[in-house]
C-alpha cells in the first residue's frame, strides 16, 4: 500500500508559524495532493489542495489567506505553509493524492487515498 508521508509538525505559540512537507511518491507528483486535518473527538476536514500538473491551488474557507499549499516538484514534495496559528488549528495534519491530476471539486476525504500517518500541530499559550 502507498502512502505519503508527512513532517515538519510540532508545538507553536498562538501567532505563530509551521510549515508541513509532504513526501510523494514519483508516479504521483503530477497527481492532485490534499491537506486534511483532524482535531480530537472531530472528523477528518480538508484544508487545501494543490493541482500539481498545473499548480492550482484551492483552499477551504476557514483558511482565510492564512495557509499557502505549494509543491516542490522535483523533490516530489508538497509543502503547507502555515501562519497566525490558533489554537482551534491543534490537530493531526495528513496529505493525500487525489488518485488523478486534479483536485476532486470538493475536498472531501472520500475523494482522496494513499494517506499518510500524519504530523501532530499543536497551538497552545
Known amino acids: 500500500q502507498v502512502q505519503l508521508v508527512e513532517s515538519g509538525g510540532g508545538l507553536v505559540q498562538p501567532g505563530g508559524s509551521l510549515r508541513l512537507s509532504c513526501a510523494v511518491p514519483?508516479?504521483?507528483?503530477?497527481?492532485?495532493i490534499g491537506w486534511f486535518r483532524q482535531a480530537p473527538g472531530k472528523e477528518r476536514e480538508g484544508v487545501a489542495c494543490i493541482n500539481n500538473f498545473d499548480g492550482s491551488r484551492y483552499y477551504e474557507d476557514f483558511v482565510q489567506g492564512r495557509f499557502t499549499i505549494s509543491a516542490d516538484i522535483p523533490k516530489n514534495t508538497v509543502y503547507l505553509q502555515m501562519s497566525d496559528l490558533k489554537p482551534e488549528d491543534t490537530a493531526v495534519y495528513h496529505c493525500?493524492?487525489?488518485?488523478?491530476?486534479?483536485?476532486?471539486?470538493?475536498?472531501?476525504?472520500?475523494?482522496?487515498?494513499?494517506w499518510g500517518q500524519g504530523a501532530q500541530v499543536t497551538v497552545y499559550s
Open positions: 493525500a493524492t487525489a488518485g488523478g491530476p486534479r483536485c476532486p471539486p470538493q475536498i472531501t476525504v472520500m475523494e482522496y487515498r494513499d
Open positions: 514519483e508516479f504521483a507528483k503530477y497527481f492532485g
